[in-house]
């Protein structure tokens, strides 16, 4: 293990004013995305769709690092046939790849999940190195109930985590480590906070027990927020500083940096509820806060592109658009009225 690499890469993914696009949907929730605009999810139309995010000029101004998906991370640019991940590092931006196989139905426990994966993790890694990919991610997933979550699927999903983050920093790659409270549901912002505290807290305990290398990490993990479905909807300020609270109770402060999911929030809710954390706790914080957002960086995106080739530049225009503002946000220096005067 090079720690000192580890740590170099960990530091560059949560650097102030960046953040890192999630762009590593597997093939079926591509497929959902794609449905949403009446796009057909072939291997063609979504190397198109990558494509378009990653050739649009600046985009590394505000992201550090892109977490492809194994399809994605073995195809190469339309125009001049760059592989994804040579091309991306030669704009400065870091490669990773999603290597979980996703979370399935979690044995004698109803309604929850464990994220599978680790079997022959070892050596897909070796090849996901040589492919160029300097960070991972594997997402667990706990999902909020009567009766649930147990302290089983906490404690199988957090084992599950701190095994990969091992493997992966064998292989000098860096482990996004993203337990994920889901949003899905009606419970109450207090839920949330107590089962993601729980959670995390576990998440670190498990990491410890297997001898991980926090400075070589990155924290994925949902923000405090109030389910989907609860009638009473916490404001940004709430979801702040119930975040900050929760990651200062159990993060360590070895950690560089958390990068936030978007879980489902609105574009502007996403951007909003970051910037106000480091607006009000920036200064106070041992760990960078940042983004890792899939949908909050996308949606506007698909949306203008609909499969149309006139559209890429105005696919492009929005998605530049979202990385900016969330760049903004890692500072604190974001403000609603933009997205009104941009728009
Ligand atoms: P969302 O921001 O759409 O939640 O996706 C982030 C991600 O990578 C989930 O694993």
Redesign the pocket.
């Given at each position: 293990m090079n720690k000192e690499q580890l740590r170099n890469t960990a530091n560059a993914m949560v650097q102030k004013g960046k953040g890192i696009l999630?762009a590593?949907e597997s093939n079926p929730t591509c497929g959902k995305r794609f449905d949403g605009i009446g796009v057909e999810s072939t291997e063609m139309n979504r190397n198109t769709y990558r494509d378009l995010l990653f050739t649009t000029t600046g985009m590394e101004e505000f992201i550090s690092g892109v977490?492809l998906f194994d399809e994605t991370l073995r195809q190469s640019t339309i125009s001049d046939n760059a592989p994804f991940p040579q091309y991306l590092s030669g704009k400065g931006i870091i490669p990773g790849i999603k290597v979980d196989k996703g979370a399935k139905e979690l044995a004698a426990h109803s309604g929850e999940k464990v994220t599978e994966g680790l079997d022959n993790l070892r050596e897909r890694l070796r090849e996901y190195y040589q492919l160029g990919a300097r960070f991972a991610?594997w997402?667990a997933v706990i999902t909020l109930g009567d009766g649930i979550p147990t302290q089983a699927c906490i404690h199988v999903n957090a084992h599950a985590l701190a095994r990969y983050a091992g493997l992966c920093q064998e292989a000098d790659i860096v482990p996004i480590v993203?337990p994920?409270v889901l949003m899905d549901g009606n419970h109450s912002i207090e839920t949330c906070h107590e089962v993601s505290q729980m959670t995390f807290t576990k998440v670190f305990e498990e990491l410890d027990k297997q001898s991980i290398y926090l400075e070589g990490i990155v924290l994925?993990p949902n923000m405090i927020v109030s389910g989907m479905e609860c009638s009473d909807q916490a404001g940004i300020e709430e979801v702040a500083d119930r975040t900050v609270e929760c990651l200062k109770a159990t993060v360590p402060t070895d950690v560089p940096g958390c990068a936030f999911?978007?879980?489902?929030q609105s574009n502007e809710k996403a951007t909003a509820h970051l910037n106000m954390m480091n607006t009000k706790h920036g200064d106070n914080l041992p760990w960078n806060l940042t983004f890792?957002?899939?949908?909050?960086l996308q949606a506007s995106a698909l949306k203008a592109w609909s499969g149309e080739t006139e559209n890429i530049q105005d696919a492009q225009d929005a998605f530049y658009q979202r990385a900016k503002f969330n760049g903004m946000a890692t500072t604190g220096t974001y403000s609603e009225e933009l997205e009104t005067e941009m728009a």
């Open positions: 999630a590593d977490i991610k997402r993203e994920e994925k999911l978007s879980g489902g890792s957002y899939g949908r909050a």
